[in-house]
């Protein structure tokens, strides 16, 4: 059975940081490539960031370069996305995906607020 789970979402103040993780089984994770997607209140899923099946390349959407990091621990069958320097239209569930595939976690709640 294939499981993502994702963790580590919550309230914080805008400039604060958070690190999600999301830990699959059932299915040959290090063969994927695995994103995140995130979907804000009222609106449609917006890509956030993915990350290559062996870690060696990582994209991010533009609004998030250089203040959110995607990486994987395929020992671990984990992937993670540490977020810096959040801001209140960071509000969203995330949700971890892999890639070309129907595999989807039930998305972690993060929200930036003062």
């Known amino acids: 059975e294939v499981q993502v789970v994702e963790s580590g979402g919550g309230l914080v103040q805008p400039g604060g940081s958070l690190r999600l993780s999301c830990a699959a089984s059932?299915?040959?994770?290090?063969?994927?490539?695995m994103s995140w997607v995130r979907q804000a209140p009222g609106k449609g899923l917006e890509w956030v960031s993915y990350?290559?099946?062996?870690?060696?390349?990582?994209y991010y959407k533009d609004s998030v370069k250089g203040r959110f990091t995607i990486s994987r621990d395929n020992a671990k069958n984990t992937v993670y996305l540490q977020m810096n320097s959040l801001k209140p239209e960071d509000t969203a569930i995330y949700y971890c995906?892999?890639?070309?595939?129907?595999?989807w976690g039930q998305g972690t709640q993060v929200t930036v607020s003062s």
């Open positions: 995906n892999a890639l070309n595939t129907a595999y």
């Open positions: 059932g299915f040959t994770f290090s063969s994927y490539d």
């Open positions: 990350i290559t099946n062996g870690g060696g390349s990582t």
